[in-house]
């Protein structure tokens, strides 16, 4: 997505680790418009995919995932990070390791928000390890729920959190991949959308 990357040629700075911050635009303030088009345009990649929920995680995923459920007319879902006191049902629950924060967290769904007429599309802010990714697959694949795909803003190619998720049968559509952060440059590759 072309506006995507040139806003990260712009606004995104790299830090050392291979960490890339765009806290400008994305993670921190969010720039709505951008936002509003990178849920469309997940959406009609996704459009004959029968979706029937986007499940995120919280915090960062929530604006594009939420863009993207108001085009397919669809529920969007967090998955929560700390359980909350208001969270008395039956949780989907699956361990994930943060590789910005770098602590192993809880996270979980309630139960009663999927089950296994359930098609899925999982959407976060970006694809490092595949850590995330893959305990939100596990949660959908606790309900029954289908993984139609996972749809990522930002992907940095030169970790392996593709190859793990596309591993385990599912598609995978990022709007912007980085081969590498070297040198404090971002180095693009071809998108999928
Ligand atoms: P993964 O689970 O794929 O290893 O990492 C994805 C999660 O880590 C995302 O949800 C995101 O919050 C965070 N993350 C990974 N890499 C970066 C990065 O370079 N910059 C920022 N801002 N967050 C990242």
Known sequence: MEELVSRIQKDGNVLGEG???VDSFVTH???PELME???ARFAEVFTESGITKVVTIEASGIAPALYAAKQLDVP???A???KSLTMDEELLTSS???FTKQVTSTISISRKFLN???KVLIIDDFLANGQAAKGLIELCRQAGAQVEGVGIVIEKSFQDGRQLLEDMGIRVVSLARIASLADGEVAFREADA
């Open 29 to 31: 303030q969010v720039d």
């Open 80 to 82: 929560r990070k700390a």
């Open 19 to 21: 960490v890339l911050k």
């Open 96 to 98: 994930v390791y943060s």
């Open 37 to 39: 088009k990178i849920g």
């Open 116 to 118: 296994n007429e359930d």
């Open 76 to 78: 969007m879902i967090f």
